[in-house]
């Protein structure tokens, strides 16, 4: 069954599978927890364990600008400082930048994922996680992987999570005549995406100069993905940075988590003030390494 049908049918079950380790099937586990649901009556297939991010880091609200401005300098130091993309993922999950569920399983994907304390903590509860790859066949009497066989029955629920959420396609140019083509131009904001080319395309005349604007991200799929999406985002902000009518149109975007709080609060939250000051000393730096970093994964 997929995932939206599970509120109306999961009280008539005890048993259940869980198959995708992505953000749905991660939210598929936790409401199920949420409901009720032993944990040690859920099996989660995973294909490929996931690099997550901190629903901490980037809450809205004054409380938690230090927070967040907190997360933008470490990205950037960790990107200057990190000798090589494994070094960098060592340096993002001491920073808590990125976190794993299982801390003894290195993940081998990223998807944007994002999880509060508490939701981590539920996910941590499931104590079956099966990694076998992907599921090929389910039978009345067992799953095929790719990678073996586990047993189940017509009396476990099986939730199919496993198809993806945003599908990869290659990046184009947002504008090109009469045609605007959606893609991320922010690292894991799709909506907020959305909304500044809106807003692109009604203030600028010239598609080149709108496409200066908007350079597309696109989504990830594995860890070194998290590098190709800093190095597009730090170029992105520094061509913002050219335009007065975006930096007024971000003070007032309701889906922009920063600018109207930095209009308000640097120079006055000392602590945000200084973890600003160290991203402003690191962004060069590291966008700088980035290049070389990507140079050295890809040999």
């Keep these: 069954m997929p995932l939206n049908e599970l509120p109306r049918v999961a009280g008539q079950f005890d048993e259940f599978v869980v198959i995708g380790a992505g953000k749905t099937g991660m939210d598929a586990c936790i409401w199920l927890l949420g409901n009720g649901a032993d944990p ?16 901490g880091n980037v809450q809205p609200g004054d409380e938690f600008f230090a927070a967040l401005c907190k997360s933008i300098a470490d990205q950037a130091e960790c990107a200057a400082l990190a000798t090589s993309p ?12 990125l976190r794993r569920i299982d801390p ?19 996910l941590r509860r499931i104590r079956n996680v099966v990694r076998l790859g992907r599921v090929a066949a ?30 990869g396609h290659p990046s184009k140019p947002v504008f090109n005549g009469d045609r605007i083509t959606l893609q991320w131009i922010r690292t894991c904001q799709p909506t907020f995406s959305a909304a500044m080319i809106g807003f692109v395309e009604a203030t600028f005349a010239d598609d080149d100069v709108k496409n200066h604007i908007c350079t597309p991200i696109a989504p990830p799929t594995v860890p070194l993905d998290w590098l190709t999406m800093m190095h597009t985002e730090l ?28 209009r308000r609060l640097l120079g006055v939250d000392a602590e945000a003030t200084a973890h600003l000051q160290r991203y ?20």
């Design 40 to 55: 040690d009556h859920i099996r989660w297939i995973v294909s490929r364990d996931s690099w997550v991010l901190d629903r």
């Design 86 to 97: 494994d070094d960098l993922f060592v340096r993002l999950e001491a920073a808590g930048e």
């Design 104 to 122: 003894e399983v290195t993940p081998e994907a990223y998807h944007c994922a994002i999880l509060s304390d508490g939701e981590l903590a539920q």
């Design 138 to 167: 389910i039978n009345s009497a067992e799953i095929v992987l790719d990678r073996g066989t586990i047993p189940t029955s017509p009396t476990c629920l099986h939730i199919d999570c496993s198809a993806a959420g945003i599908p």
């Design 235 to 262: 170029a992105n902000r520094a061509n913002w940075a050219e335009f007065p009518e975006i930096d007024a149109w971000l003070a007032t975007a309701r889906l922009d988590p920063f600018t109207k709080y930095a």
């Design 280 to 299: 402003l000393t690191n962004v060069g730096p590291a966008a700088a390494n980035i290049v070389d970093l990507l140079a050295h994964a890809r040999g």
